[in-house]
């Protein structure tokens, strides 16, 4: 019974509640009348060819800078070998230069000057060793200063002389002469 009492007292007062009570007024707002645009309409097909039409300009656009990027390569490429040459053309007139200046009678002499001082710092002791009478005494080097001839000038002939050549064979030099080419050095007896 309680259970039925409190059942009705609550549908008693629900409906108290909905008749004393003004429901709310919503306001709808108005709806705006839509309108109609065109809008294209694209088949298939006309979507197709305009996607290929977009390929092809940009694989157009990809070629272009291909171009460019090897145009602009090739223009590297050239500048580096012709300032390649031209620095060859120079380092080939500096060295023509440099021999020219070397085979004046002036860079001779001073070369010839200098052999002799060398060949007199380290072999003079051994050549008064050897004290034999000569007028002269001529000893040619290789390239690289090695001795492989020496010849002494007896009654104004050159006669060579292979045991002089083996006692300045023996001789440790203090400083080496490497002429760049085969030179050959005359001492006259004093």
Known sequence: MKRTTFTVL?????????CNTTPKQEV???VKEVTKENIAVETTKQFEEKAMEDCIAYSKI??????????EAQR????IAKAELELKEA??????????????????????KEAELWFET?????VK??????????????????IYEVALLVNGEWITDQKLMRELEKVEVSNELAPGKAVAITVKNA
Do not use: C, Q, W
């Open 62 to 71: 990809v070629n272009d800078i291909k171009l460019m990027e090897a145009f």
């Open 76 to 79: 590297v490429a050239d500048s």
């Open 10 to 18: 609550g549908l008693a007062a629900m409906t108290f509640v909905a």
């Open 129 to 146: 060793a050897y004290n034999k009478n000569h007028e002269g005494l001529r000893v040619k080097l290789t390239t690289n200063g090695n």
């Open 122 to 126: 380290n072999y003079a002791n051994t």
């Open 28 to 30: 709808t707002p108005a």
């Open 91 to 112: 380092l080939a007139k500096a060295e023509e230069a440099k021999r020219k200046r070397a085979s004046t009678p002036e860079a001779l002499a001073k070369r010839a």
